[in-house]
């Protein structure tokens, strides 16, 4: 290799499928920001990337572990969680991060998180939360705010439902860590997912994105430079904030933070215990 | 049946519309009260088109994009069993989801029209277009209609409504048109006026709704004791759909001058071998024929329509006089004697004294093109194997081995 060509490297290549590339995404798009979060996060930790597990399911975010140069899986829509929890069961050994997006970890596949932050399973799951189903065409979704338009809640009446807030989510249904950033917080949401990794548990972390190319098409919200800035502005850090405070206003408001932070017992912990005793009587 | 009449043709409107959209006017014009979705390529576009028409106050519809597509058969259950004239659109990995509930629409003899841009199942992920969805799904007891072009996508997703609530039917129909190939290219479309289309489908009348005045138990348990008779009720019902479906085309037809058949026959009168193909490979397969026959091969092709109902006499008797059939099909199913449409088609011959060679191809899994040259291919390969007296049990054409 060439000096110039170690420069050009990106330093965070090594976990990437460089023969892969270009990445799929629009110009503009949060997804790729997080993906690097994702790398640096386990690069810092120093993980044993052979023992490192990434699982994605349906759509834009979807595409991410296809990407990364390790045991990687894509699964069907909604099922990242679920096939991630299988893994973790039968190795238990294995650094598990769940890397999907809020459709398919919150609607088609929202039966899953619930239960897997009820069980305190030990994985990661990073949410990239931009608000639409964007691989698809630009559908509101189990995120998308009251009236924002969308190509399934066009003008002018726009979106007739209501978004989760998943931080709420995830907390209420037992996460033991659950932290909320946008794509523009880059070290923190780093350090997020860092801890994360590290905690024995259920690790919660949802990155607000920006999908400049339908999203914020649709609903005339600028370029994805534009978008980011928004995000930015509208970001207000509030470490330790009850969980059930963590608003989101898209417009206004974006609490973000880390909410929680709580020991539980970790499930595939207690099932080798429960397997232990059984052994023994 | 009502009494339609002809339309006169200033009344017709002309668009260039792709399967998708085409489907979209079809729903919009059949006055669904209830379509409940979930997006996935490549059917997104027919729900998005309605959205819009919902949103511009075109229909009466309540859309509810629901949370993933077993909630939206789901829901399509609930509103058809309060009486609602009902419609979804779904495809592949979304069409296996509903896979449970499918079951249960045919089973409780829900009329829900179910628009299905066919797409290859995963794994691994693929978002083009083969049968393997619209197999997946044939023992369901949905009748399922594959369409070759926009103005059949158009027509059939109308008729399906008036098939599907006929009372000597109540079953739930699955209208196919190949993804992307057909779904998401444009080609011209001839529209009926709206009243046209409300005359000829007029208001569903439902047998036995769910009525608070009139309180019923819908799906409880049946066991041994009933759960073969319902099986029985299902089995009959499926059987009236040939004829009422030629009631249905034959009124269709007053309205428009268009109806299609269960099957499709092309050139077949005098022809020693019969391409028999479903959906939009049906038009290649016409095509190859035409410059076969310039070469003086006695070719010709069957389209298959309707594949459930399987009409296994009427194409007995249309296959019976030919040397061979050649199936093109797009779907295995891995460990059976032989693939789905080839399997039928053999059925259908068994009985016959005198019958044709049947050889299978499968091609075009997961969306790889079937261009002229394959079915070419297919051809010299039938001829080879009409002279020995022999052919395999079924192969695949145009893939690396």
Known sequence: ?281 | MTSVEKVPQDKITIEGLTGDAAIAHALKQSDVDVLAAYPITPQTIIVEDFQKFAADGEVQTRVIPVESEHSAMSACIGASAVGARVATASASAGLALMWEILYCAASMRMPIVFTVANRALSAPINIHNDHSDGMGMRDSGFIQLYCQSSQEAYDTTIMAFKLAEDHGVLLPVMVGIDGFILSHNVERVEMLPDDAVQKFLGVRVPVQPLDPKNPITMGPLALTDYYFEFKEQQDEAIWNVPKIYKQVEAEFKKMTGRSYGMFEEYKTKDAEIIILAMSTMGGTAKAVADVLREKGEKVGVIRLKMFRPFPAKEIAKAVSGAKAVMIFEKAMSFGAVTSPLAMEVKSALYDLEKKPMVVDFVVGLGGRDVPPTTFVEGYEKTKKYVEKGKAPLYETLGVRK
């Open chain 1, 1 to 281: 290799m060439t000096e110039s060509d170690s420069i050009l490297r990106h330093p965070m290549s090594k976990y990437i499928r460089e023969d892969r590339q270009p990445w799929i995404y629009c110009s503009g798009c949060s997804v790729g920001v997080v993906t690097q979060m994702v790398a640096r996060a386990i690069d810092n930790l120093g993980l044993d990337f052979t023992k490192t597990v990434v699982v994605s399911g349906i759509g834009c975010t979807g595409r991410t572990s296809g990407y990364f140069k390790t045991g990687t899986y894509h699964t069907t829509h909604g099922r990242a969680i679920a096939f991630a929890e299988g893994v973790k069961i039968a190795n238990p050994e294995l650094e598990v991060i769940v890397v999907s997006g809020d459709g398919d970890l919150a609607a088609i596949g929202g039966n899953h998180l619930i239960h897997a932050c009820r069980r305190n399973i030990d994985m990661t799951i990073v949410c990239v939360n931009n608000f639409n189903y964007g691989m698809t065409g630009g559908q509101f979704g189990p995120t998308t705010e009251h009236e924002r338009y969308s190509q399934t809640s066009p003008r002018p009446v726009g979106n007739v439902e209501h978004p989760f807030n998943l931080v709420k989510l995830a907390a209420s249904s037992g996460a033991t860590f659950v932290a909320r950033w946008t794509a523009v917080q880059a070290r923190r949401a780093t350090k997020s997912i860092e801890t994360g990794i590290k905690k024995e548990g259920l690790s919660f972390i949802e990155i607000i994105g920006a999908c400049p190319t339908e999203f914020g098409r649709m609903n005339r919200l600028g370029n994805g430079v534009e978008m980011h800035q928004h995000l930015l502005e509208v970001a207000e850090i509030q470490n330790g904030l009850p969980a059930h405070e963590a608003e989101l206003h898209y417009d206004t408001r974006i609490v973000c933070g880390e909410f929680v932070n709580i020991e539980k017992p970790e499930y595939t912990v207690v099932l080798t215990e429960m397997n232990e005793r059984l052994k023994k009587g």
